[in-house]
């Protein structure tokens, strides 16, 4: 099935680093989501965001809708070890409805 | 704790075999979604239902099959099971038909086949 590709897959940083990654697709989406899953656990809403061009913050987190409609960013200020997880960006295009199209996932992992 | 229930945790079963998934949705959400999460795929969404019917299909085989009862809880039933089919699968509910895609999960059943 379709998925979005997500950058990087994985990395490693310092505890009090900033975090950037972003999220690509060929096809266009009206609603980006960003997801955190911790291990063992099922996904957990991060950010939403609705339109382009939008720039949404939720504490630390900050994601952006961008501006083709094709991409979308997440940056984590001052990492903390908690951040650690698998985070996924899902796009949705409103004649789809139901399903959520996920990137195929960054796991970061902090380093003290 | 995301409201959404997920039975079994885990599942150790043969090739051939057949498993039933449980999910009950948060209270008052009608929309519930089954994804499969294997280690090569990624999340990939296989069916949405509402209020007990179906929805949308994705990327389900014809060996799943999946239905919502009358109370909101849904089941996965999947057959006739294969190696390939060891992997994670969530459920995830919300509250509308057509919503923003803000979905919340449950903890996952983990399927292993051997």
């Known amino acids: 099935g379709q998925q979005l590709n997500q950058s990087p897959q994985s990395m490693f940083i310092q505890e009090g680093e900033d975090v950037s990654m972003n999220c690509t697709s060929s096809?266009?989406?009206?609603?980006w989501l960003w997801y955190k899953q911790d291990p063992g656990e099922g996904p957990v809403l991060l950010i939403a965001?609705?339109?382009?061009?939008e720039l949404t913050s939720n504490g630390r987190l900050t994601a952006q809708f961008g501006i083709t409609r094709k991409d979308s960013f997440l940056n984590i200020s001052a990492s903390i070890p908690s951040d650690v997880g698998i985070y996924f960006c899902?796009?949705?295009?409103?004649?789809?409805?139901?399903?959520?199209?996920f990137g195929t996932g960054t796991r970061l992992q902090v380093t003290l | 704790d995301s409201g959404v229930t997920q039975t079994p945790k885990h599942l150790i079963t043969a090739t051939g075999q057949r498993v039933t998934l449980r999910c009950s949705p948060r209270?008052?959400?009608?929309?519930v979604y089954w994804y499969q999460q294997s280690l090569d795929q990624g999340l990939q969404f296989l069916i949405h239902?509402?209020?007990?019917?179906?929805?949308a299909k994705g990327n389900i085989l014809e060996r799943f099959s999946a239905q919502q009862f009358p109370d909101l809880h849904s089941e996965l039933n999947l057959s006739s099971l294969e190696l390939g089919d060891s992997a994670l699968y969530f459920c995830?509910?919300?509250?509308?038909?057509?919503?923003?895609?803000?979905?919340?999960f449950g903890e996952g059943s983990r399927l292993t086949v051997l």
């Open positions: 995830a509910s919300s509250p509308r038909e057509r919503g923003s895609g803000e979905l919340f």
């Open positions: 096809s266009i989406f009206n609603t």
């Open positions: 965001l609705y339109k382009a061009g």
């Open positions: 899902a796009g949705r295009y409103t004649g789809t409805a139901s399903k959520l199209t």
């Open positions: 209270s008052g959400d009608l929309s």
């Open positions: 239902y509402y209020n007990g019917e179906e929805r």
